[in-house]
């Protein structure tokens, strides 16, 4: 990276830049350390969609789990599949309520190459 950019995204863009330094330092771990740090990431994701998203909270009790039943990667299979029809239907409480307010939300759409387009 040269030194203006890397300076700039030093001083201007902080939390991209400590993002990026750890990114580096992680992949020079050997492969156990890094499964260790992803597994670890991945419950902290569980726990934070179970605890703040109604959506995921019914998602993981349709299967009387919850992110504490996720013990080893083959548990995830545990979990249902969802469909995008799932998450047409359930849009509104697939938003983190603890993170965006509906007045906020931006109107995207997928171009809907693989059928119907999704719009929210």
Do not use: C
């Not at 789990?65 to 249902?80: G, N, V």
């Amino acid at each position: 990276m040269s030194f203006i950019i890397e300076n700039y995204w030093r001083f201007f863009k902080s939390a991209y830049y400590k993002s990026y330094i750890d990114q580096k330092k992680i992949r020079q771990l050997p492969l156990e350390e890094i499964k260790k740090i992803q597994w670890k990431r991945l419950k902290e994701l569980l726990n934070y969609v179970y605890a703040n998203n109604d959506f995921y909270k019914e998602y993981f009790e349709s299967v009387n789990l919850t992110p504490d039943s996720i013990q080893t990667p083959s548990d995830l299979l545990k979990l249902p599949v969802t469909e995008k029809k799932d998450y047409i239907n359930n849009f509104d409480k697939i938003v983190a309520k603890d993170i965006i307010e509906k007045k906020d939300y931006v109107v995207a759409t997928t171009s809907g190459s693989t059928g119907e387009p999704f719009k929210h």
